[in-house]
């Protein structure tokens, strides 16, 4: 297996030197690979790469996100997803191919505070992001407790193959929803969404090195809600 | 991009903050009568007369006071002149919009003027100078440089502080004119009002809402004590109702809280 080097950088680190193929937060510069960011900088076969530690959720299409419905306008709903863009729910997307502004009321659906679940079908930086709910899962959640969290640390809430999030679940007996935005909905008993969302908390603030999984393993320790 | 009018707290974090207040506790483990932490400091500004940065939790209000001579009005000629402007940075909130000052601003401005008016916290007799003709004149302006709820009590809390530690010009009468002196002499500060804002949920009423709470409260009432526990300002805010036993209810809370936070201005802006 080919070996993937990770350094930290600084917002103009030099990561790499020559021809890679490059992704976000990097800006090439003759033919050095410049940080814009602080974050974790990976060269490897599939070029180079920097893992941001801090900033804004940057929608990207088929991201899964968690917003709230800010307003409604005649044809959908425009949703706070926790970014420098609003998403838009276009009423066509839940309505139908039938729609019509004249004959269905869109506050029936969702009203302005509305939590929602949602996938972006698409974005491409010059008109806000377009969201859909068809799918499993998306939608309104009529209830538990919202948390925004920084957008660059949740990978470490998921985990690997959502490892994480599903141990989390499985100790405290809630439902743990996680959007790609950094907003989480937790649902489940009282004494469990408490453990949840300190656990959650712990993780956004943390800068745990290694063992992130360790270290939550002994904060929700024995006392398992779900008997685990 | 649309434009974002005002903060929309979730329905369901709304659904939990009640659910929170009818345990008696709040969002930011507050109790219902806590107000945030108060942070004072003074003289901030070299050029102004007097200055004070106030922070209470995360909303941040910045006041200068200038003191300059002019005419007064024509009904009161033996009263100086004591005005309080306040504007709302674009950078305080995203939904601040640069521009003359919007109505949240001008309402902020008068309510916070009012308690320091009726107060008689300065007493503007003091600042006549020539009756009729020349009086001090007592610019308080204000800016918001963040928002994170009542800014009423946050921007009354600065302009009490800057206007208890500013210092005005000394003035002589020489050859019936009035002449400035480099000497300075202390605005004659004669009380201490405090403003306290409580927001109301349902039956519950809470002290300081943070901008959250702000989102999702019924109606606010802000109420000013001065240093004998007299109410000599209040205003009501938003549209819903309040019962005169609430009222009461607010009027007692604003006095004890006002007793405590007065304190601690009085001490952060001792000279």
Partial sequence: MPMVQRKQVIPGDVIATGNHRYGSYIEKRGDEYVALRIGLAEVGPDGVKLNPLTGPYLPRAEDQVIGKVVDINGFGWVVDINSCFDGFLPASFVFGREFSPATHDLSSKFKVGDVIGARIESFDRSRDPQLSIRGEGYGKFPEGEIIKMSPTKVPRLIGRRGAMVNFISERTGCDVKVGQNGVVVIVGPPEGMAKATAVVKMIDQGTHGADLMGKVEEYLGGSSVAGA | MSMKKNYVVETIRKAQMLELL??????????????????????????????????????????????????????????????????????????????????????????????????????????????????????????????????????????????????????????????????????????????????????????????????????????????????????????????????????????????????????????
């Fill in chain 2, 22 to 271: 009818n345990r008696g506790k709040r969002v930011d483990e507050r109790a219902l009568d806590q107000h945030r932490e108060i942070t004072v400091q003074t003289g901030v500004i070299q050029k102004a007369n007097g200055s004070a940065i106030v922070t209470l939790g995360d909303s941040q209000v910045l006041a200068g006071v200038k003191i300059a001579t002019g005419a007064p009005f024509p009904d009161t000629p033996d009263k100086g002149l004591l005005v309080v402007n306040a504007e709302i940075l674009p950078l305080a909130s995203p939904y601040a919009e640069p521009g003359p000052p919007s109505e949240e601003a001008i309402e902020l401005a008068r309510v916070v003027d009012r308690g320091i008016r009726e107060s008689e916290m300065v007493d503007l007799h003091k600042l006549c100078i020539v009756e009729g003709k020349t009086v001090y004149t007592v610019f308080v302006d204000v800016n918001i440089m963040n928002v994170d709820g009542n800014l009423f009590d946050a921007t009354s809390y600065a302009v009490v502080c800057a206007l208890r530690t500013a210092k005005m010009k000394k003035y002589a009468i020489e050859n019936d004119k009035v002449v400035m002196k480099d000497e300075e002499t202390p605005v004659p500060v004669e009380k201490t009002p405090v403003s306290v804002t409580l927001a109301r949920f349902g039956d519950k009423l809470v002290v300081d809402p943070n901008g959250e709470e702000e989102g999702a409260m019924d109606m606010r009432i802000t109420i000013t004590t001065d240093d004998d526990g007299n109410v000599c300002a209040s205003q009501k805010g938003e549209a819903s109702t309040i019962t005169p036993a609430q009222v009461l209810e607010a009027a007692d809370t604003s006095i004890r809280i006002g007793r405590e936070i007065r304190a601690q201005l009085v001490e952060a802006t001792k000279s």
